[in-house]
């Protein structure tokens, strides 16, 4: 029975610290914006809002009959989605405020982050083979600096469909003693260039699994006890 004790604790403890991250706006819902109408063009936004990365990222009504398209993809969460022209360009999001007054589990720590994001292609407007979508986390020091890129995962048309979503990842290990922990965690979808094509996206969710030392420490603690329930 001891030995049955000490192989389910580093199971059960791993699962405890895993977690899912609240995204702000993950199915880009608010602003209520019209077709193609951008959420934003500067800097300075409210936390949590998508910025414009330039003049082609936009947010697209869904709704039946409401969306330029005339069709819904499969997989779209809510009444609007995320679209990108098949040229450089794109969204970003600071997840919260710079001042550290937003939720604790939206700013860099130690440990292992998954972003992973629903795909689409317009259509009648398929991205062209020559597009590329990139998924990124970034960090920035203020929110006037500029985006630095920590983890990408690129994605061509060949990998997409039009009809339905489909899941992409980018992970990112971040290292005890970081520069950038505290800082906000930065999600961005950035357009690479293209001739021609719409990109569209949704669902964005962040996973989050702490650093093993803390396991580790479970573990410790677990083969202690045991030794002196051996004497």
């Known amino acids: 029975m001891k030995h049955h004790l000490l192989l389910l604790l580093p199971a059960a403890a791993a699962s405890a610290h895993a977690a899912s991250i609240a995204i702000p706006n993950a199915s880009f819902e608010e602003p209520a914006t019209a077709n ?3 959420i934003a063009d500067d ?5 949590g809002t998508w910025l414009k990365y330039n003049a082609f990222g936009a ?3 869904a709704a ?3 969306n330029p398209w005339n069709y819904t993809p499969s ?6 989605y995320g679209n990108l022209e098949a040229k450089a360009g794109g969204l970003f ?7 550290g007054s937003g939720a604790t589990d939206l700013y860099w720590k130690p440990g292992t982050y998954t972003l992973t994001v629903g795909v689409f292609g317009r259509i009648d407007n398929q991205p062209s083979a020559s597009s590329a ?3 990124n986390l970034f960090k920035r020091d203020t929110r006037t600096t500029g985006l630095a890129v920590l983890a990408a995962t690129t994605v061509t048309s060949s990998q997409i469909r039009p009809d339905a979503l489909t899941d992409f990842s980018v992970t990112l290990d971040v290292p005890d003693g970081a520069a950038y922990a505290g800082q906000p965690i930065g999600i961005w979808f950035q357009g690479l260039g293209g001739a021609s ?3 569209g996206y949704d669902n964005v969710r962040l996973d989050y699994v702490p650093e093993p030392g803390s396991g580790m420490l479970v573990l410790t603690a677990a083969v202690g006890l045991l030794r002196r329930r051996r004497r």
């Open 75 to 80: 997989g779209i969460l809510g009444q609007q």
């Open 64 to 66: 039946s009959g409401g």
């Open 133 to 135: 979508f990139s998924l």
């Open 36 to 38: 193609f109408a951008l």
């Open 59 to 61: 947010v697209v009504n």
């Open 197 to 199: 094509g719409d990109w």
């Open 93 to 99: 999001m600071d997840a919260a405020a710079y001042d």
């Open 43 to 47: 800097d300075n936004a409210a936390t």
